[in-house]
């Protein structure tokens, strides 16, 4: 059977509440009665020693000195009357020549009663046992007649039971009651206690169920700051989160779609145009098919970089050896000094360390293909670029700086965004049609996946210094 939080809830209080309250309630029951049954055997102990000390004069005068038994039954009658309870006097013999309540001829020997015998040995023991006469439970005591230390029969008391029995069963009746309004009372706090406790819980369920039904605009409302409420606050943050993933994917699909279309549509105009006619003169055909291998080349590389980010993304474990830094860097260097000297600038590597880093080669030469096509694209001719290495004791750090046209102040923080261009008109001439704005995004993810971080400082005009620091490799 599958039980709801609350009915779990309430089960739980209720059962503790009835095993608790319960059993405190026997408990305390269960002593009450015996004090009550101590008391009353105790208060007929003590009368029948009372009794038999009044008995004693009587008894003597009827045995010893042949008194009348009227004169010694009105005696005794007297005797009896203000008692509480029944009086039947016994012979030594256990015979019974008294009783204030009943005929004592009908009673029969008393002898091998237990109050009776334990009486004659001078010990006190009372007994609970139905009457010969009329049946009902009646608690018995006795006590030895004694006058002038010579023993001359017992007295035997008796009260019936059932105003103790009655006594007791209200005692329960009482205790019953007030442990009933008590577990009732617990059964209406614990109700208002699961509600209190399982509201926020029912808010964060239908909120929940809002967000997997794609409504992330809704907040559960936080009130005070117990588990539940930071439960609630968490709850918004991650769809907060959730909604800021939404919008970058669907901005980034835009973007991406967006840098499709446009050589895409340069493509597409140029072949018309070919087929209108402009095919026919030499120049002008020439000019659009090289236009064609260009957006062409563009979308090549646009495509590429897609796939690469989709790649550094992808929470696939990297395929990571150890790399050697210098000889990778030099390589970057080499291919790219060409480009370098073609635009007048100077690059120069500064590299002494051996130091190795754990990562894939291939997406670390990719960080610092980025950077360098950067700062040689972003410079005038006649800047420098410079690639140097240094090391702690626990990370190697690539800084890649440049004397070129830097980045303004207020768009620093978002050059790592995916399609972000600073100047997208500058960037954008037919002849340079500009990157894409990948570049550095890629790069940022991949430093990110090697455990490192990278850090860019620019002054516009002056230059700008990207510094890249990654984690050495262990046992170096
Ligand atoms: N060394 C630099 N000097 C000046 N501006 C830079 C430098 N590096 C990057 N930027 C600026 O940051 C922008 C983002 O760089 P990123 O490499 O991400 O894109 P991109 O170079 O435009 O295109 P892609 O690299 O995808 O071909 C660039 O458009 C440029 O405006
Ligand atoms: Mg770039």
Redesign the pocket.
């Known amino acids: 059977m599958k039980l709801k939080l609350r009915d779990r809830l309430l089960l739980t209080y209720v059962l503790l509440a009835i095993l608790g309250v319960g059993g405190l309630s026997l408990r305390f029951g269960l002593l009450e009665k015996a004090r009550i049954i101590d008391a009353s055997e105790h208060e007929l102990e003590i009368n029948a020693f009372t009794v038999a000390a009044a008995v004693g004069a009587p008894l003597e005068n009827f045995i010893e000195e042949g008194e009348a038994y009227i004169t010694f039954a009105q005696r005794l009658d007297r005797i009896s009357r203000p008692l509480d309870a029944r009086l039947t006097v016994l012979t030594l013999q256990g015979n019974p020549i008294y009783d204030s309540e009943v005929d004592f001829r009908k009673l029969g020997n008393q002898l091998n009663q237990t109050e009776v015998s334990f009486a004659l040995q001078g010990l006190e023991q009372h007994e609970i046992r139905p009457d010969p006469i009329t049946g009902e439970n009646r608690l018995y005591a006795a006590a030895p007649v004694q006058s002038e230390n010579k023993v001359y029969g017992v007295v035997q008391l008796s009260v019936p039971i059932a105003p103790i029995d009655a006594e007791i069963a209200q005692g329960w009746l009482i205790l019953g009651g007030t442990a009933t309004v008590i577990i009732l009372l617990t059964v209406a706090a614990s109700l208002w206690l699961a509600q209190y406790i399982l509201k926020p819980i029912t808010q964060l369920q239908s909120a929940a169920r809002s967000f997997a039904a794609g409504d992330l605009d809704r907040q559960i409302p936080v009130k005070g700051n117990d588990e539940l409420a930071e439960l609630a606050h968490t709850f918004n943050e991650m769809a907060a989160q959730l909604k800021e993933m939404i919008r970058k994917q669907r901005l980034f699909v835009a973007n991406a779609s967006h840098e499709l279309r446009t050589p895409l549509t340069n493509i597409k105009l140029r072949a018309e145009a070919l087929l209108d006619g402009a095919m026919d003169d030499p120049d002008v055909s020439g000019k659009f098919l090289n236009d064609i291998d260009h957006e062409t080349a563009r979308m090549e ?2 495509t590429a ?1 897609l796939l690469t980010l989709s790649k550094v993304d992808s929470p696939v474990e990297l395929e990571a050896t150890r790399v050697k830094l210098s000889p990778l860097l030099q390589d970057v260097c080499d291919t790219f000094s060409p480009l370098a000297t073609q635009k007048h600038i100077e690059l120069v590597m500064d590299c002494d360390i051996n130091s190795e880093i754990h990562g894939n080669p291939e997406q670390l030469h990719r960080v610092f293909d ?2 360098v ?7 005038p001719p006649h800047s420098r ?1 410079r690639l140097s290495v240094e090391e702690t004791r626990t990370e190697v750090i690539v800084t ?1 700086a ?1 004397t ?4 303004p102040a207020e ?1 620093l923080p978002r ?10 008109a ?2 954008r001439t037919a002849t340079d049609p ?10 940022q993810s991949i430093v990110r996946a090697h455990g490192g971080q990278i850090n ?1 400082t ?1 002054q516009p005009g002056r ?2 210094t ?1 510094v890249i620091r990654l984690p050495k490799s262990q046992g170096n």
């Open positions: 590389s646009l970089s980025n950077l096509s950067n700062a040689i694209k972003y410079s670029v890649v440049d070129g046209q830097g980045i768009d050059i790592f965004d995916r399609f972000y261009r600073v100047d997208k500058r960037t500009g990157g894409s704005g990948l570049g550095l995004s890629i790069v860019v620019s230059g700008t990207f």
